[in-house]
């Protein structure tokens, strides 16, 4: 039997819904899992005032800042990027931000696919658009991303596209980010995230979101620098608590 026959095809880009309302799956897990997540550790979020105000499509928004009624980009879809550290930073975002409009996280399903029940799960709670890094996602990822912010949802992306190696410093990035905002016209907000690298009983983990960086004007590649630079500066210097670190390989490996 050969590979192709023994191993699940990749979904594709779209098989999964994208919308700003919240399923009522991903509310009831919310709901439970937040105040978990409280218990176990300790969050501190700064910036909550720079999120923009969501719960519009961009054509609604458009309208809407065209009669005055809402400031420019602070109503409608957007893109968030993030630095990734640990399997809990997606976790993180999905609890610091709004319910709606629902965050879109862009994802490989290789794993998933190989635990039904995780898949099932998955296609409940919905956020989630496949990419299949095998053949390098293809226009129907670009497609499924610009339909989801003309819809008035939200799409979360760690540009770096793996774990870093350490707490402080942030890898190269992928240009996608740069890209879907400009082709729609969509702010980019940077968020740091710091002590997620290795995770124990009431470790301390900040988040920092920045002011949220508009499209209109930029380029490519100055987005990408604009959008690198002010992650830079969000970061905050990382330094290893001393003390006990109860259930440090439990929590840090708990979702690999």
Known sequence: MSETETQPALPAADVLPVQPQATLAFRVIKA????????????????????PQGGASRTAARSDASRGDVPPQKKGPYL??????NWIDAWILLLVFPTEPRLHFLANPANLIQHPIH?????AVGGYIPVDLAHHAGASLYQHVDRCLERGGVVAIFPEAAYGPRE?????????FAYFAIDNRVP???VALSGTKDLWL???IQVRIGQSIPAEGQTVDSL???A???MEELLPEYREPAGRKPLRKFLTRLLY
């Open 32 to 51: 439970v899992v937040g105040p978990l997540f409280h218990l176990v550790f300790k969050f501190r979020v700064e910036g909550c005032e720079h999120v």
């Open 80 to 85: 968030i990027i993030a630095n990734h550290l």
């Open 119 to 123: 898949w099932r799960v998955v296609k």
């Open 168 to 176: 402080g410093e942030l890898q190269p990035f992928k240009r996608g």
């Open 188 to 190: 980019v907000l940077p």
């Open 202 to 204: 009431r470790k301390e």
């Open 224 to 226: 990408y620098e604009l």
């Open 228 to 230: 690198r630079r002010q």
